[in-house]
């Protein structure tokens, strides 16, 4: 098992192979969960790991970041390790385009170390093309089974009102909580 500041080091590391590889050659536009409101982001190194499909085109934080946040952090999770399949800012077409291409096969390569990485023992998908992407990056029979997957809804899910969103949130942020209890390492 790694300590955290193994894990700390590890991720930078990742971190900057992404910057070189699509930022520096190829000019495209990563990202990655900041530090906000006492959640650590990508940098969080707790074992268990939230994983969304790419970063939005839109402004951080939006009324939905802050809310999953504070979630986090009242369930426990601020120090999760928060990050996306692909770390290029990207619409909903775009990320759909690279389904089979080079970013596809550097996406997973990446992600498979962010999970060596933090050696969680619960894996979170925000969201189903999150889990169907997922799926095919790492068909199940290729998963080690001490990892526990866990599909939920993304948090900027749009449909509905602000008060049905939190309570789905919370209510999903119980679930991931007793899954994380009940996962063993």
Known sequence: MKTKDQKTKKLKAIRSI?????????????????????????????????????????????????????NLKTFGFKNAHITDLFKVRATNQEVKDKMSGWDFKEAGKILKSEIETIEPRLIVLLGKSVEEI???????????????????????????????????????MIIIADEYKKASK
């Open 18 to 70: 992404v910057i070189d590889q699509f930022y520096k050659e190829g000019w495209k536009e990563v990202w990655f969960y900041p530090p906000h409101d006492g959640v650590d982001g990508y940098m969080g190194t707790q074992d268990i790991i939230f994983v969304g499909l790419n970063p939005a085109t839109a402004n951080f934080p939006s009324w939905h970041d802050k809310m999953y946040y504070r």
């Open 134 to 172: 997922y799926c095919k990056m790492f068909p199940p029979k290729e998963v080690k089974d001490t990892i526990k997957v866990l599909t939920t809804k993304h948090y900027a899910y749009r449909y509905g009102s602000k008060k049905d969103l939190r309570r789905r949130i919370r209510k999903e």
